[in-house]
């Protein structure tokens, strides 16, 4: 196994779902950060270090593009990201970030009962606050021209992980599972939005050191048929044009989240576990741009870092959660680290 490593210089812009463009933002555009890059922005610079770029393709979707760009095999798969700050793991939580050891409360807890009691999930996680930089700009064409169109000013927050953490030594991560790309290593690339620089540093692991296959390593040998699922990265749950039921004539309804995820993992575990229940959040999601196609990637109903399953296994709960780690809790672009998760073992 693999650990690929990105070494911010300076404060770094990964911008979230939603239009930029001063045409449909109005005189002045604004964007903050979300806390870490999303796999598709991940996926897009590893692409562009390994000097490699989809092409046109006739593949079912844009991840099965994407995938065959990275050269991604059947049993290849990356897992993250997520954020090492010396040596501990910081994980998406909403828009802030918490320390993966946290996690470890909910093995004494019951998530819905300690709610209903009114604590809050920020009380039980102790999640961080990200420091953010503003930085103005004015849209400029190639050649310092002012761009007619995206012309006008705009504000970004970029996040500003040395401000937030007082060390240099900081890094986004992902894991890379039977994926070779020892090649890349020490290569200078673009990671996220204003053009921001990284380093490249790929590592081999034992995987029972890998920072987040450690907790699934960790599950396998202490297995509980009872599991906290936290999600690491966003799930792609369904695209926002498809899933809706006919009510009545004319009215139709898009069903909860939580069966369209039940059925989910029904599914890759050939009926061998249930989510009971979900605490989290709901985002509409683009998967980013389509350079090959030069059209914008679908929009997904998605669940967000920070969202936790409680999942009921019927047996061998081991062997299932390594299998649902392996294809993910989302239903495209698992592959790329889409529905990355970590187990916990509950009560």
């Known amino acids: 196994m693999m650990i690929i490593k990105f070494k911010p210089i300076g404060p770094m812009m990964f911008r979230g779902p939603g239009e930029f463009s001063p045409v449909a933002r109005g005189p002045q555009a604004y964007a903050t950060s979300l806390p870490l890059p999303t796999p598709s922005t991940v996926s897009g610079c590893l692409a562009t270090a390994m000097e490699r770029r989809s092409a046109a393709s006739t593949a ?14 059947e049993n290849s798969f990356l897992r993250g990201p997520y954020l090492i700050v010396n040596d501990e793991v910081y994980l998406w939580y909403q ?6 050891e946290n996690l470890k409360i909910l093995r004494r807890v019951e998530l819905r009962e300690a709610l ?8 039980l ?8 930089v503003p930085h103005v700009g004015i849209g400029l064409k190639e050649g310092k021209v002012v761009d007619s169109e995206r012309g006008l000013m705009y504000l970004v927050k970029f996040v500003d992980y040395e401000a937030t953490f007082k060390t240099t030594a900081i890094w986004v991560a992902v894991e890379a599972h039977n994926f070779d790309v020892k090649d890349v290593s020490g ?7 204003e053009g921001k620089p990284v380093r490249l540093d790929v590592v081999d692991v034992d995987e029972n050191k890998a920072k987040l296959y450690s907790f699934v390593k960790d599950f396998i040998r202490r297995p509980s ?11 792609f749950i369904q695209e926002v044009s498809s899933g809706f039921e006919k009510v009545e004539s004319g009215v139709y ?16 575990t050939n009926g061998g576990a249930d989510v009971e229940y979900i605490v989290g959040r709901t985002a509409l999601l683009g998967a980013g741009y389509d350079l090959s196609r030069n059209v914008k990637k679908p929009m997904y109903i ?11 296994f019927k047996a061998n709960p081991g062997e299932l959660i390594h299998l649902l780690y392996e294809k993910s809790l989302s239903f495209v672009g698992g592959k790329l680290g889409y529905g990355t998760f970590l187990p916990i073992q509950s009560q």
Do not use: C, Q
């Open 95 to 100: 828009e802030k970030l918490v320390n993966s």
């Open 225 to 235: 048929d009872v599991a906290y699922l936290y999600l690491v990265s966003h799930a």
């Open 125 to 132: 996680l102790n999640p961080l606050r990200i420091e953010r």
């Open 187 to 193: 290569k200078m690339v673009r990671l996220g939005g």
């Open 253 to 268: 309804l898009w069903p909860g989240i939580a069966r369209h995820v039940n059925d989910f993992v029904n599914k890759i």
């Open 116 to 123: 209903r009691e009114g604590k809050l999930l920020d009380d």
């Open 60 to 73: 079912a979707s844009w991840s099965d593009t994407v995938e065959g760009a990275l050269g991604l095999k």
């Open 302 to 312: 998605a669940l967000e870092p920070g969202s936790i399953l409680k999942v009921r």
